[in-house]
T-cell receptor, first 117, second 112 residues
C-alpha cells in the first residue's frame, strides 16, 4: 500500500523552462493538496483538487502556475517559464475526504525539489 | 490570515529533557493538528485535537488546546535524539477554506 508518490524528487531547470511535478495520491484518496516550502520556512498552501475539479487555488500565483487532477493518472503541478524565485520544495498531500466531511488528516509525499538555475 | 505561528522558532535541549512548543492561530477552527518533518523529508501527522477537546495524549506526546486564547502546545516528554526534527501546527478553519494552514514551525534539536 504505497503512500503518496511524488516525482521527480529533484528537478533542475534553467530560467524560462517549464517544470512539471507529478503526484499520485494514496490508494483510496480522492483529495490532493499542493504546498510549497522555502528553506527554513513553513508550508504555503497552493491548491486543493479533487478528481477533475479545482476546489481552491487561492494560494497559487495567477500566472505561470497551473494544476490538474485528471480522472485517470496523477495530479500535475505545472510551472511555466520558471524563475529563480520558484526554487523550492513542492509537497503533495492527499486525504480520503475534504475537511467538510470531518477531520482532514493529510498524508504527505517526500516532495519534489525544484532548482532553477 | 489564519496561519498559525509557532514559538519558539528553534529549540535545543538535552536528551531526556521535555520539549514544549507553542502554536497560536487567528480564526475559529474545527481542529488543530501537529506534524513532524525530518530534514529533507515530507511531513508526518502526529496528533489531532478537536476544538471541543482541551488535552490529548499519544505516547510521549501531549497536546493542549485553548480556544479562548487561540493557542496550542505540544509537549514531548523524555526526548530522544531521534525526536530531532521540525514540528508544525496546522489549523482547519470552520468557515470557508477546506485546507490545512501550516505555521512556520519549530526546529527542535535534541543533543545526546
Amino acid at each position: 500500500n504505497a503512500g503518496v508518490m511524488q516525482n521527480p524528487r529533484h528537478l533542475v531547470r534553467r530560467r524560462g523552462q517549464e517544470a512539471r511535478l507529478r503526484c499520485s495520491p494514496m490508494k483510496g484518496h480522492s483529495h490532493v493538496y499542493w504546498y510549497r516550502q522555502l528553506p527554513e520556512e513553513g508550508l504555503k498552501f497552493m491548491v486543493y483538487l479533487q478528481k477533475e475539479n479545482i476546489i481552491d487555488e487561492s494560494g497559487m500565483p495567477k500566472e505561470r502556475f497551473s494544476a490538474e487532477f485528471p480522472k485517470e493518472g496523477p495530479s500535475i503541478l505545472r510551472i511555466q517559464q520558471v524563475v529563480r524565485g520558484d526554487s523550492a520544495a513542492y509537497f503533495c498531500a492527499s486525504s480520503p475526504r475534504g475537511s467538510a466531511s470531518g477531520a482532514n488528516v493529510l498524508t504527505f509525499g517526500a516532495g519534489s525539489r525544484l532548482t532553477v538555475l | 490570515s489564519q496561519q498559525g505561528e509557532e514559538d519558539p522558532q528553534a529549540l535545543s535541549i538535552q536528551e531526556g529533557e521535555n520539549a514544549t512548543m507553542n502554536c497560536s492561530y487567528k480564526t475559529s477552527i474545527n481542529n488543530l493538528q501537529w506534524y513532524r518533518q525530518n530534514s529533507g523529508r515530507g511531513l508526518v501527522h502526529l496528533i489531532l485535537i478537536r476544538s471541543n477537546e482541551r488535552e490529548k495524549h499519544s505516547g510521549r506526546l501531549r497536546v493542549t488546546l485553548d480556544t479562548s486564547k487561540k493557542s496550542s502546545s505540544l509537549l514531548i516528554t523524555a526526548s530522544r535524539a531521534a525526536d530531532t526534527a521540525s514540528y508544525f501546527c496546522a489549523t482547519d478553519a470552520i468557515q470557508g477554506a477546506q485546507k490545512l494552514v501550516f505555521g512556520q514551525g519549530t526546529r527542535l534539536t535534541i543533543n545526546p
